[in-house]
């Protein structure tokens, strides 16, 4: 960085994260530029305009390209600092094993264009050690520059991992106000890291080395994992003893001690239903409940399409309403969503008689097609559908009130209409 002027940021992929990232350093002062392998997502955003549902993204996004401090492409360039918010899948193996090739395949970017005095920071949810294989894929690509960690004297650039913590909905506010976990490689990077999170993160930022960071943001998604995992079975235990499972919870959390979250049709999302395998991987001899919580939650969504077949086999000729395909209620975010399996599953099944209700949703995701089930508005599917399924708590399903819900067969997996048995 030059003096006290404000580094130039290169931010890679623009998806859920990176692009409100890349904003809110732009706000910052900052010039930004945004890489993304998708050209259209280049040329929307090149446009002010946005490919994601965040809310408030749109205005900031217009604002920070009309002032020419985010720009976007499908090119790297140098840069001062580079923050790599690829994904972070499972191979293609079906053992849940992490794929960190997109991090690796930004990490080679990045070392093309790196140069004495940068900073390189890994904000993607890893697996323990990802940090340092970045640095060390680097530091392969990169002879003439001294790596952190590897040599004896001043290292040429800083490397870091610091993940985000976010609510979707939320996610400007929380990225700006949200305590950060800044792991270096070494103190030096963590503080190198620390001085450039400053700029605009009003949380504390605390630092620590980078396995640990890599490990926190792990570990923050395994304990709501095992949460969640400890409510869905409750919900399957009321089940078969006939008992009313929101009763129970609600009855239980009248105990100062006891906060029992509420259950669903499973665990969505790209962090909660992904991020605790990467601790089995990891030690996988060692991580029991860790495991057993993401088999309980991943068991829930076959409990629920059970069920959901059962009602409706019970209503022959009725068209089936499933309310939601998101992981979570009033976003668009559709990945590893529990609700998203069911409805398509149902679709597959009985066909024409499905009709999906996702206010945020332009059309059905590629799985339903050919299935004959159809993207309709709730008034329609009250109109129409004799079985109703809500799968996501979005608002516009939970004021629905019970006369309009009169003469039908529900099965509420998110508890939303307290009035149903």
């Known amino acids: 960085m030059r003096g006290d002027t404000k580094p130039d940021v290169c931010v890679i992929g623009l998806g859920y994260i990176g692009l409100p990232t890349a904003a809110i350093i732009a706000r910052a002062g900052c010039p930004v530029l945004g890489v993304d392998v998708s050209e259209r997502v280049v040329e929307t955003i090149n446009r002010g305009e946005i490919h994601i549902e965040e809310v408030d993204l749109d205005g900031l996004v217009q604002a920070v390209v009309q002032r020419g401090l985010l720009r976007a492409s499908t090119e790297i360039s140098p840069a001062d600092v580079f923050v790599i918010a690829v994904p972070t899948p499972f191979a293609k193996d079906g053992n849940h094993t992490p794929d ?8 080679e970017k990045v070392a093309s264009v790196l140069k004495k005095g940068d900073t390189v920071i890994l904000e993607s949810t890893s697996p323990v050690g990802t940090t340092e294989a970045m640095r060390d894929a680097i530091a392969a690509a990169r002879p003439d520059l001294a790596m952190p960690g590897l040599t004896d004297g ?7 991992y610091c993940p985000e913590r976010v609510l979707p909905g939320k996610i400007l506010e929380e990225l700006t106000h949200n305590d950060r976990s800044i792991g270096g490689i070494t103190p030096r990077c963590a503080r190198k890291a620390l001085a450039f999170y400053k700029r605009f993160v009003k949380g504390e930022c605390v630092t620590t080395d980078a396995r640990s960071a890599e490990m926190t943001k792990l570990v923050e ?21 006939g008992l009313d499972v929101w009763e129970v919870i609600r009855l239980a959390n009248r105990h100062p001690r006891v906060n029992i979250l509420t259950p669903g049709p499973g665990v969505g999302g790209h962090c909660i239903a992904v991020d605790p395998w990467f601790i089995v991987h990891g030690a996988p001899e060692e991580a029991k409940i860790i495991r057993q919580a993401r088999e309980t939650n991943d068991a829930k969504m076959h409990h629920v399409l059970a069920r959901a077949k059962a009602l409706v086999e019970v209503n022959p000729g009725a068209k089936i309403a499933c309310l939601g395909l998101a992981f979570k209620a009033n976003i668009d975010d559709f990945r590893e969503s529990p609700a998203r399996y069911v409805a398509a599953s149902l679709a597959r099944e ?58 039908k067969a529900v099965y509420d997996t998110r508890g939303i209409w307290p009035d149903v048995a």
């Open 221 to 241: 998604n395994a304990f709501r994992d095992v949460n969640i995992a400890f409510a869905n079975e409750l919900s399957m235990i009321a089940d078969r003893q």
């Open 350 to 407: 009985f066909g024409e008689r499905v009709q999906v209700v996702e206010p945020y949703a332009g059309g059905l995701p590629k799985e339903f097609e050919g299935t004959g089930a159809e993207l309709v508005d709730i008034d329609t599917a009250l109109e129409e559908c004799g079985v109703l399924i809500p799968l996501v708590d979005h608002d516009v399903f939970k004021v629905i009130p019970p006369e309009e819900r009169a003469n």
């Open 154 to 160: 001043q290292p040429d650039v800083s490397l870091a």
């Open 100 to 107: 960190t090739s997109y991090v690796m395949a930004a990490a």
